[in-house]
């Protein structure tokens, strides 16, 4: 059976002819009385029970009430008191504040009930925000999730990377990566050294979405492509690298690499005639 803190009942007793010897048997300390006992009690008096135990967010101070909403934080961590600032003592005697140790609290019953109702709200909330805390660094381990990754499970202090929060902004459903999880392209290609506009451009020559790509698929677009710098020579016009050539006739370039493999050299005009043929774009 829960407890309600009514410091306004015996009041409300004496000024509706209640038996107060009564209520001496059911009262407990701090001004507390069982739910129950409390229901039975606004029954035999014929009343609702918030006309013995009214709300505290009702009975509060409305300036207290609104310096609250603002100021929790002077309450929990100003060890010199509550409100110490430069309104002085008649500001705070104004609010219903007064010292005690180190901390403020209010000098009114239906304030300090409010305080108590908001610190258990607190409690409350900073224990679902903790656990959400510890779940989003157990997430960092295979995933991008705060703005210092570099990549999963990599953090490098001061660093900027993605903007809050890459997967928000539908860049990219989560993948997995040889057992690595990414949420967006950009912490893809940091973890491979690679530049996001790149990784863009093949994963869009793969004429697939980036969630539909299998493990040797993303393995093949996240390579660095050996011999790509290498140039060759195709009817008389010398290429600097693969690239180059695929710009020239328009060619898909991540099924020019996995065709080239290691003839990127190739002086064969038949063998680059033949690549030309078959790995047309489709725009």
Known sequence: MGLVRVPYLLAELKERGGDESALAKIMQPGCRIGEEDLRALASKL????????????????????????????????????CFRHAEGSSHAEMLGIEQEDDIGLPSRAADAMLLEKTL????????????????????????????EQLAPGIFKPGYRGFRFKEAA????????????KFNC??????????DPVTVRRRIADTGK?????????????LSKKKGKGKPFTYQDRT???????CREY????NLVYQKVKDRADSTDEEFWGQIIETCKRND
């Open 46 to 81: 014929g009343i609702e029970i918030s006309s013995l135990a009214p709300a505290p967010e009702n009975a509060a101070n409305t300036r207290f009430k609104a310096k609250l909403r603002g100021g929790l934080a002077s309450f929990l961590f100003e060890y010199d008191g």
């Open 120 to 147: 258990y709200q607190v409690i409350a909330r900073a224990k679902y925000m903790l656990s959400k805390i510890d779940s989003k660094f157990v997430r960092s381990e295979q995933a991008i999730e705060f703005r």
């Open 169 to 180: 902004s539908g860049d990219l459903p989560t993948v997995m990566i040889d057992g690595r």
């Open 185 to 194: 392209i950009a912490s893809i290609a940091r973890a491979h050294g690679l």
């Open 209 to 221: 979405t980036a969630e539909k790509l299998t493990n040797d698929e993303w393995k093949l677009i």
């Open 239 to 245: 290429y600097s690298n693969i690239a180059q050539f």
């Open 250 to 253: 328009q060619l898909n370039s």
